[in-house]
């Protein structure tokens, strides 16, 4: 199992690196000046090479990437090129943010999702049909219009909820509890139909495997058969969907963290965008990357756990 | 004396997976003549199928010959093997997977002769007289596989691999998949075949009796290695191999009951497939043997009956009972 | 397509309809999109605004309709450069293998791991100017997932036997590809380009939300949920159509992505007669005359089967076994044999109730010991199951749970039908499984069950199956899968077992002769019947239905004579719903008369202890009889 673990961890890093390279690629190969970028149309000259020079942007291009590493590997990110604030400090204030949204939102879809899974495949009928159709719906729908439609619903008509905001854990835990539950919703509503239908799939095609039918002619009770038997082989599919829905949750965050104000990697990644803020966007590219590969390596422990074959790879 | 159609010689075929290497087929020889059926007798694992493949230029040989007509084919590329494609055909095990069930028989059947100088006019010609030949009707060649069933499937396989006229038909289990009432059709297609043209076959399957009935000659395969070989009547009523007659012995026979059943050494815990060790390859479950059974590995020296067996202890050890001409039943 | 699927052919026209409307705004448009009118701002839909007016009193169906062309042109920028990228590479990489398939594929799992939207926002900060470039790298990061499926399309049809037999005859390489994989890879890819789609809609949709795609006073639609969400308060019905839309085109890419799939595997997957049946229209089979009465079964026997008939499918009844009677005494072995088709499993699974789907027992009774085995339900059942009868399966690795020990599994079987500790259960395993003749049972049960050989499976089944020591074991085909030398030792196994524990078995085969081995008395089946019945060496030298006769006669023995053809028995078995009202076996039989074909043959005594449905079996016998005498 440690195997499976250490080569996982390898595999990252060649990913990281990847990832921590592109915005220097780009950069070098976009025509313009990203520190002209920066300073605006009516910047000088001058203030314009100032300004390159600060960001090494005449320094060659490996020389550029190695510095940079360099600073990263020490913890150091560098500064906004917008506010001068610490890249570092920015991020490790906002991550909270978006790890309460995103762990909240899978947490939520997986719960809900298993559920209404196995209901649809032990029930079947028209319960399946209706998984199949809020599973298209949940898929369709933008989620960031759902998210606006919630608050338009919730909050502006019947005020139960705050529309935006975001409360810290630390001062009120049942305030930051409100102010999420929108926004996990939100997130939530692609990743339950999804993982739903998943679920109701895999079992399905794993009740009818001839063990459980042996296992039944031996007279085990049923619900033995399907919780520790049918959920158990099933369950594999469901993690490895869990894993790519957490992971489009990420991205998904950019949306919903914009539409409910909440200061997270998400809104931050927006906004420095629109700024050409290229220092702060390659420390929310790594440190995503890093999240990415933390859900993978929990998805992959997963399976060694579920699954004896794969504790030997 | 003229020179074997297909001559195989110390061959051996290695598998590599990320873990360890697989020896599915291990130093060996064999010989087709003109118009000879050799009939290829193992257990899953036994690597037959793998031989058969080899043939076929569908496995790569890790090492050996393989001399077909005179020509060493070994490791011809997929180019070169295009040159003589219409001389060895095959027939497989599952039908239905063997006809691409998208395309119309006609042009599966037509891809036999891709290759060929026929004219669409002739190809077609021929294409009609087999179907004929197999017993199909002529619409057949309009329909797609999926309306056919298992033996008409099989048939049209047969079909397919003689619209080219080939010398050598690799027939691998053919009848293995096929239900007992309808296996006979095929079988007595293909023994009709044999004995209306000069074919030669490589017919491959784990029945002995279906073998034996089909084969001028026939080889033993265990792991990979030949352990007896001969004229099909003495390797199937009189062998010398132990595992030859253990397999004798097991093969049901309407009638016996309760016979002595062969003393086999435990099952091995785990996997079949290990890697290649010294020895012979029957020593773990072999209930005759001795010690230099575990080190040596035997080699085929010519016995007593007109067959060929791979033991250290022929010709010396006892013959046990195996001797079936019916008259011992109930 | 229309006539099965409505759903998906509406949603191909919807979408036809919105992309040509949106491409011809120009010519649609009630208004221009960016004419202002300041009088009538954030009105509700009406009959001279469809869809509304915003802010500044533009009109919404019309920005729609513009918005939609920018959107639709940007989603199918992205969408093509995905379909360039996944596609040829997907097939190279299914196709050659190889190294050339591992260095695409690391690639391609670096590409998994990126998070879309934030690359695609670090493309857009440092191409501020160009939009394009951002679509197009949007569409790389959407390829990846797509490649992996068209490469695994690609590899599994590279491995199909057809590919194979197309090496084989000598086919190119190029013409390989094109004939056999192409076709079949077009599905998957046009399934997963519906998909890109979807996504690349949405991905743009969310871009424009951003802000990042149309330049003010140009329109997206996702720029109009911005202006709708900043006037949320005032009037939500910009939030509503431009949403709207967008998910109405994503939903209906969805629904011809889904019947697009159904449609491709159809094409090639070899349906099953009775679901092909279905198709072609319901056919109720009527209910056949009503068999005899049942005969009384005598008071000792174990199994009781009487009139025994079972159907398969959801409306319809597909007979597959019909008017099947037997007994079984304690301690006896009887064969159930029958080729593929015939319906032997279905009867000997609706024993233990453990019928498969929509399978169920239309007519008929089974009584175990005096008690209905068809009334069992809850409790009752599942101590009957494994407790009275036990079950062993064909296929030894399919019926172990792979991610359970082998050891667990038994001792779950025992704890389910006694109150014993764990310590206990775990001995009773070990010394089960030593009973099976399995070498270093304690050992074996703290394996896997991929870590044991098949003939050790299927010992650990029977193991299991007599655990609760049930009075009759029903083995289906119980050494099918198995080597001959192993089959044997099973059939020996078995054998043992019974003799030991008092057990009756009942031992479903297609094979005669392995029947002959184990069982005093057999069944043979055709076509969903019984066709003869009573004791094993009867059916075999001296049988009393033709095709009892064709069986043992038709496969090679050791004795069977080369130079003579095997008896062939011409034609196929009748699929169910295609039995004929009369004898099933007539028409492939060689001795049939006119009275064969003229009604139903019931089941007739024939004999001691035996039956026949063969109206010329007393004169079977007899001729028998006068070829032995004269031999």
Known sequence: MTRLIVRRLLLAIPLLIVVSMLTFVLTAVAPGNPAAAVLGPEASAKEVDALSHEMGLDEPLPNQYMTWAGHAVTGDLGESLVSSESVGEALSSRLPVTLSLVIGSTAISLLFGVALGMFSALRGGSVGLLTDVLAMLGWAIPSFWLGLMLIDLVAVNLHWLPATGYVKFGESPLDWARSLILPWVTLAALGITGIAKQTRDSMREVMGREFIASLRGGGVPEWRIVLLHGLRNAAIPIVTVTGVFAIAMLGGAVLVETVFAMPGLGALAVTSARAGDLTMLQGIVVVIAVLVVIINLLVDISYGWLNPKARLA | ?330 | MVRRRPFAAFALALLVLVIVTCVAAPLVAPYPPDKTNLLSSLQGPSLSHLAGTDKLGRDTFSRLLYGGRLTLLYAAIVSGVALLTAVPLGLISGYRGGPVDRAIMSVNDIGLALPVLVVVLVVLSVFSEYLVIAMAALGLLLAPPMLRTVRGAALAVRRELFVDAAVVAGLSRPQIVFRHILPRVRGPVLVQSAIVAALAVQFTVGLSFLGFVANPPEASWGSIIAEGAQVLSKSSWMLLFGGGITAVVVLCLGIVGDALRDIAVGSWTRESTAASRRRRGRRRVAAEPPAPAPRPASSAALLAVRGLSIAFGEDEDLLVARDVNFTIEPGQAVGLVGESGCGKTSVARSIIRLLSGDGRVVAGQIEFDGRDVLGLSGADLASYRGGSVGYVAQMPMAALDPTVRVGPQIEEVLRAHESISRAEARERTIELLAKVRLPKPAEVARLYPHEISGGMAQRVSIARAVAAKPRLLIADEPTTALDVTLQAAILDLLRNLGRELGMAILLVSHDLGVVSELCDRAMVMYAGEIVEQGPVDDLLFAPAHPYTEALAACRPSSTTVRDRPLLVIPGQVPAPGDWPRHCHFADRCSHRTEQCVQRPVPIEPVGKGRESRCVYATEMLREGTREKARA
Not at chain 2, 16 to 35: C, D, F, K, Q
Not at chain 2, 84 to 101: G, K, T
Not at chain 2, 261 to 272: C, Q
Not at chain 2, 279 to 294: K, M
């Open chain 2, 1 to 330: 004396m003229p020179s074997p159609l297909l001559e195989i010689d110390d061959l051996s075929v290695d598998f590599r997976t990320r873990r360890r290497t697989v020896r599915a087929v291990a130093g060996l020889s064999l010989r087709i003549e003109l118009g000879e059926t050799l009939g290829l007798v193992g257990e899953s694992g036994s690597g037959k199928t793998t031989t058969g493949r080899a043939v076929l230029g569908l496995t790569e040989a890790t090492g050996g010959r393989i001399v077909f007509d005179g020509r060493d084919i070994t490791h011809a590329g997929h180019k070169q093997r295009r040159i003589w494609a219409d001389q060895i055909r095959a027939v497989f095990q599952d039908p239905f997977a063997s006809l691409n069930p998208a395309r119309r028989i006609a042009d599966s059947l037509l891809e036999g002769v891709t290759g060929s100088r026929l004219t669409p006019a002739d190809a077609r010609a021929r294409m009609a007289q087999l179907l004929d030949r197999v017993s199909l009707p002529a619409a057949t060649a309009d329909r797609y596989p999926t309306a056919l069933s298992g033996g008409q499937c099989q048939r049209l396989a047969i079909a397919r691999a003689l619209m080219s006229s080939p010398r050598l038909v690799i027939c691998d289990e053919p009848v293995s998949g096929l239900d007992v009432s309808v296996q006979a059709q095929v079988l007595n297609l293909l023994r009709e075949l044999q004995r209306e043209s000069s074919l030669s076959f490589l017919f491959i399957g784990h029945d002995l009796d279906v073998v034996r009935y089909m084969s001028d000659r026939i080889a033993v395969l265990y792991r990979g290695q030949i352990v007896e070989e001969g004229p099909a009547e003495v390797v199937a009523t009189r062998p010398s191999h132990p595992y030859t007659q253990a397999l004798v012995a097991a093969t049901p026979e309407i009638g016996v009951r309760s016979r002595p059943h062969p003393r086999l050494g435990p099952e091995r815990l785990g996997d079949a497939a290990e890697e290649a060790t010294a020895g012979c390859p029957y020593v773990e479950r072999c209930p005759l043997a001795i010690d230099v059974c575990r080190t040596e590995t035997p080699a085929l020296r010519p016995g007593e009956a007109g067959d060929r067996v791979a033991c250290h202890l022929h010709p010396e050890h006892p013959n046990v009972n195996t001797n079936i001409q019916g008259q011992e039943s109930k």
